[in-house]
């Protein structure tokens, strides 16, 4: 090998080191929502389809390889950094804990007290209201934290950035970056800078007008989400928290647009754009 090829050589696998380790990153920081089919493909919101291996227990926590640009590996390092605890219900707490994966608006933590009453979650955007009856006694660390978030209007302004195929009926919000132009490769990264655990996962289904958490791996709970408009698949890895009880004839309009630039899994950001003005918290089951 002349000293020409060698040098074009090393700068081929310098390159593809790079790549690698930019894969990765993204992979960590991206928050996802994963679906399985009966042959074992796996479709990542927020990513590009390309699993071999059947679903794993955990969050998004498959233990399925990703690959392509980009797409993330459901299987996030949870076991890094400092664990978020469980709802205790003798002291009525919960625990938050840094995630300092991806992008970040960070608006400080959540309380660690949570109040378990019954409650109502109203999502203001610019096609109507979408209003969410949620679930705070069974997923009271979920409630509480999209009562502090609500409360410091860290929604106010962002946009839906994932749609659904007929495969994977659910259009994903929460990521206050996000761009939602069909664009963006960012999109899905965003977080509150805080992290928590999963609940209510047994016996978890996903069934039209569930709303439920994504993630990017066991106990990476941030501020995205997803709606369901049609029923799903999914295995019992992401907190379910609510159910649209007014709304849904908003998100089929949505649907029925179609999203911008698909990706191999159908889904990307919606034409119909779906910006959230406001969301508030109220005492109303």
Do not use: W
């Not at 109502?120 to 969410?132: A, E, H, P, S, Y």
């Not at 928590?196 to 994504?214: P, Q």
């Amino acid at each position: 090998m002349s000293g020409k090829d060698r040098q074009k050589q090393l700068a081929r696998e310098h390159y593809e080191r790079q790549t690698k380790r930019r894969v990765e990153r993204e992979a960590r920081a991206k928050r996802t929502a994963v679906i399985g089919t009966t042959a074992g493909v796996v479709l990542v919101v927020g990513g590009v389809v390309a699993a071999t291996a059947l679903l794993g227990g955990g969050d998004s926590d498959a233990t399925s390889t990703a690959s392509a640009s980009g797409s993330p590996s459901p299987a996030a390092s949870a076991s890094e950094g400092p664990k978020p605890a469980a709802f205790d219900p003798a002291t009525g707490t919960c625990g938050y804990v840094p995630d300092t994966e991806g992008a970040a608006k960070n608006v400080g933590m959540p309380p660690a007290k949570v109040d378990t009453s019954p409650a109502t979650m109203t999502l203001k955007t610019n096609r109507g209201d979408i209003v969410i009856k949620v679930s705070a006694d069974k997923t009271p660390c979920t409630v509480n934290s999209f009562a502090f978030l609500a409360k410091k209007n860290y929604f106010d302004g962002s946009k839906c950035h994932r749609l659904g195929s007929d495969q994977f009926p659910v259009l994903q919000c929460g990521d206050p970056l996000a761009k939602a132009d069909g664009k963006s490769e960012t999109d899905g990264r965003g977080g509150p800078g805080y992290r928590f655990v999963n609940e209510n996962l047994d016996g978890a289904k996903y069934t039209r007008g569930v709303v439920a958490m994504a993630n990017s791996g066991p106990d990476t709970n941030g501020s995205q989400f997803f709606i369901v408009y049609g029923d799903t698949q999914l295995p019992p890895n992401y907190t379910p928290f609510g159910t649209v009880t007014k709304g849904m004839e908003i998100i089929d309009k949505v649907n029925k647009g179609g999203v911008i630039t698909p990706g191999p899994d159908g889904t990307g950001a919606p034409k119909e754009t779906v910006e959230i003005k406001n969301v508030t918290m109220s005492g109303k089951s």
